[in-house]
């Protein structure tokens, strides 16, 4: 069964930098397309960002294009989440999450992944 577990997140101002990190283990992380999400409250859970296998192909959220970026070290079962030019309505917990088989890697929908974590909060003030 594979983990997940999300870190690097805390409080930052606007126009500020964090660097989200998603361990992956039971599982090696090279064998899976990855996403990222993220849930504010009282908001449903939207799509952040996804990358392959490989990395060689990711694609946003038109909400983050040119401001986040995520890469991934399968040699370090680890995929990232970098958020630069933070803005109040960045805040949410971030998830990261496994694609399923069968589900085409353009795919934004949250029942497409699994292995969910806990999250891990971004707070951005204004």
């Known amino acids: 069964q594979a983990q997940v577990q999300e870190s690097g997140g805390g409080l930052v101002q606007a126009g500020g930098s964090l660097r989200l990190s998603c361990a992956l283990s039971?599982?090696?992380?090279?064998?899976?397309?990855m996403g990222w999400f993220r849930q504010a409250p009282g908001k449903e859970r939207e799509f952040v960002a996804a990358?392959?296998?490989?990395?060689?192909?990711?694609f946003y959220a038109d909400s983050v294009k040119g401001r986040f970026t995520i890469s991934r070290d399968n040699a370090k079962n680890t995929v990232y989440l970098q958020l630069n030019s933070l803005k109040p309505e960045d805040t949410a917990v971030y998830y990261c999450a496994r694609r399923s088989r069968g589900s085409t890697f353009y795919t934004k929908a949250p029942a497409d992944f699994g292995s969910w974590g806990q999250g891990t909060q971004v707070t951005v003030s204004s």
């Open positions: 990358i392959n296998w490989s990395g060689g192909s990711t």
């Open positions: 039971g599982r090696t992380v090279s064998s899976y397309d």
